[in-house]
């Protein structure tokens, strides 16, 4: 993979996740029971599974972003991919949890936005995010 794609990727895994959280935000102000049975319950869904799939693999795919584009000194990059793998596989076994339910309240949902996994992990992004645009 080329850089340029490996830096689209990154994007896009970003937005992805980006636009999950802030859908799931406004799901989980509705106050609804359940997902089931409404549009706004399916698209919630579809932003979770979205999501699940941004994240697997995240870590590695990072570590071989860094390793391919030769970026020196790699350690401290290596080092905060660490991080940023914890708390995307902290964050996605939060999501599936919540999409292994038969119904998903806007409760459930409030409760996974409040999560510092997942919220640890969107600032991740942004940091990690924010410093490779610096070096491109």
């Given at each position: 993979m080329s850089a340029a794609e490996s830096l689209a990727e990154l994007d896009a895994r970003i937005d992805i996740i980006e636009e999950a959280y802030e859908?799931?935000?406004?799901?989980?102000s509705q106050g609804l029971p359940s997902d089931i049975g409404s549009d706004t319950g399916?698209?919630?869904?579809?932003?979770?599974?979205?999501?699940?799939?941004?994240?697997?693999?995240?870590?590695?795919?990072l570590h071989d972003?860094?390793?391919?584009?030769?970026?020196?000194?790699?350690?401290p990059y290596l080092a905060f991919i660490g991080v940023i793998?914890?708390?995307?596989?902290?964050?996605?076994?939060?999501?599936?949890?919540v999409l292994a339910q038969a119904s998903i309240s806007s409760?459930?949902?409030?409760?996974?936005?409040?999560?510092?996994?997942?919220?640890?992990?969107?600032t991740d992004l942004f940091l990690i995010d924010e410093v490779l645009k610096s070096r491109r």
């Open positions: 859908f799931l935000l406004a799901y989980a399916r698209q919630a869904r579809e932003y979770l599974k979205r999501c699940d799939t941004a994240l697997t693999g995240f870590g590695t795919f972003m860094i390793a391919h584009a030769g970026i020196e000194p790699a350690a793998d914890s708390d995307a596989r902290h964050a996605q076994a939060a999501i599936q949890l409760q459930v949902i409030d409760n996974l936005n409040a999560s510092i996994h997942l919220r640890a992990l969107l």
